[in-house]
């Protein structure tokens, strides 16, 4: 059985700083591809942030570019995502998502991925 979860979300303050966890199971990790989605109040899930499994290359949405850094353990079967100097605008529900894929890409439609966590609810104060 395959299992995503995530840790690390809460309140903080704008400008500081977050590290959220997904931590996997029941798959082999390094097989796939790895990705952060996540969905505010009112608003359709969205693509933050990936790690292609077939050449280690991260993909940032535009949103989060310069603030954001996706990192992916196969060791421990592990990603996270680093969000420095947040914004209010970062308020959402975190989800980790996994998919087997062979190709170099990093999907970025929700449809392509398998698996999915249980998400942790990340809020910004101003």
């Known amino acids: 059985q395959v299992q995503l979860v995530e840790s690390g979300g809460g309140l903080v303050q704008a400008g500081a700083s977050l590290r959220l966890a997904c931590t996997a199971s029941g798959l082999s990790f390094s097989d796939y591809t790895v990705a952060w989605f996540r969905q505010a109040p009112g608003k359709e899930r969205e693509f933050v942030a990936g790690v292609s499994r077939s050449n280690g290359r991260s993909h940032y949405s535009d949103s989060v570019k310069d603030r954001c850094t996706i990192s992916k353990d196969n060791t421990k079967s592990a990603v996270h995502l680093q969000i420095n100097n947040s914004r209010p605008e970062d308020t959402a529900v975190y989800y980790c998502?996994?998919?087997?894929?062979?190709?170099?890409?990093?999907?970025?439609?929700?449809?392509?991925?398998?698996?999915w966590g249980q998400g942790t609810q990340v809020i910004v104060s101003s």
């Open positions: 998502a996994a998919v087997y894929r062979r190709g170099f890409g990093v999907p970025r439609s929700n449809d392509e991925y398998n698996y």
